[in-house]
């Protein structure tokens, strides 16, 4: 069974700060990993998906990594703004799941002005 | 384009009721998926419809159910309600067809049993 985990579960950092959100999972038998941002309340907004093959994604001042042998991904933000505080969400989809995300609990991140 | 949309935006119902969940997933995108989110924790899977059948179910009893439409909008059902299924519900959708097959998803409809 696909078990997904992010540390930390809560950061606080003052504004401008380059910041780096964790995610690991227990198989690594997966299609492709998706990072989603959701605002309280909200749905959740995809930020980045990276194929199984692939080592990185960016957009803009976020970069996504992929160790897919080792478990791991992370989130890093660069230049954090107040507009960044939201819940990060990471989820992977195993290769036979069809369109089935297997989510972490997510980080929730406050940036301080 | 349109996002994914859903309704209602919020319910509140009574233990034992049921209740009806819609979702009209992004033009062109025939897989709509299902999810329970509970305060405090990572949406859990619950259904995928593609080309209106079922093709993959999460660990939920059955008073969870789902259909998918002609037009490739969905609903998802749960009667005898209980006061541990108050969550937040969320549609998704993607283009199976396509490679990368990523998932969009809806505001999500907040629902409270009391």
């Known amino acids: 069974k696909q078990e997904v985990t992010q540390i930390p579960a809560a950061l606080s950092v003052p504004e401008g700060e380059n910041l780096v959100l964790n995610c690991s999972f227990t198989?690594?038998?997966?299609?492709?990993l998706q990072w989603f941002r959701q605002d309280p309340g909200k749905g959740l907004t995809s930020l980045l998906l990276i194929q199984s093959s692939q080592r990185e994604q960016t957009s803009g001042r976020l970069n996504a990594s992929l160790d897919k042998s080792s478990g791991r991904s992370t989130l890093y933000i660069a230049a954090s703004q107040p507009g960044d505080s939201a819940t990060y969400l990471c989820a992977v989809r195993r290769e036979t799941s069809g369109s089935r995300l297997t989510f972490g609990e997510g980080t929730q991140l406050t940036v301080n002005p | 384009d349109a996002g994914v949309t859903q309704s209602p935006t919020h319910l509140i119902k009574t233990r034992g009721q049921q209740v009806t969940l819609r979702c009209s997933p992004i033009?062109?995108?025939?897989?709509v998926s299902w999810y329970q989110q509970v305060l405090g924790q990572g949406p859990q899977f619950i259904f995928q419809y593609y080309e209106k059948e079922e093709r993959g179910r999460g660990n939920f009893p059955d008073r969870f159910s789902a259909r998918q439409f002609p037009n490739y909008s969905s609903e998802l059902n749960v009667n005898a309600l209980l006061l541990g299924d108050s969550a937040l519900y969320l549609c998704?959708?993607?283009?199976?067809?396509?490679?990368?097959?990523?998932?969009?998803f809806g505001p999500g409809t907040r629902l409270t049993v009391l």
């Open positions: 998704a959708s993607g283009r199976v067809s396509d490679f990368y097959n990523e998932q969009f």
């Open positions: 198989d690594s038998a997966i299609y492709n």
């Open positions: 033009s062109g995108h025939k897989s």
